[in-house]
């Protein structure tokens, strides 16, 4: 399968949420107007998983792709 870029702001989110167990949306923003839809994309894309009380987790998928920022179809 073909690797597809998730592009650096998706990527810098996803890193962001690397270290901790547990994260809120907010310790994840780059601090730019897509952040939002940056961040429902990863939860949609099965990165991030919501883990209840407005919190999420990265998802073994989303640690493997916070590597190298490339993810397969």
């Known amino acids: ?3 597809i870029s998730m592009g650096e702001s998706r990527w810098r ?3 962001r949420g690397l270290k901790k167990k547990r994260f809120k949306y907010d ?3 780059n601090m730019s107007r ?3 839809l940056h961040f429902e994309w ?5 990165f991030i998983a919501p883990a209840g009380e ?12 916070a590597d190298l ?3 397969e179809l």
């Open 69 to 71: 920022g490339f993810y």
């Open 54 to 65: 407005g919190f999420y987790t990265v998802t073994d998928k989303g640690k493997e792709a």
């Open 42 to 46: 990863l939860v949609k894309q099965g």
């Open 27 to 29: 310790d994840t923003r």
């Open 13 to 15: 989110m996803l890193r």
């Open 34 to 36: 897509n952040d939002k």
């Open 1 to 3: 399968m073909a690797s």
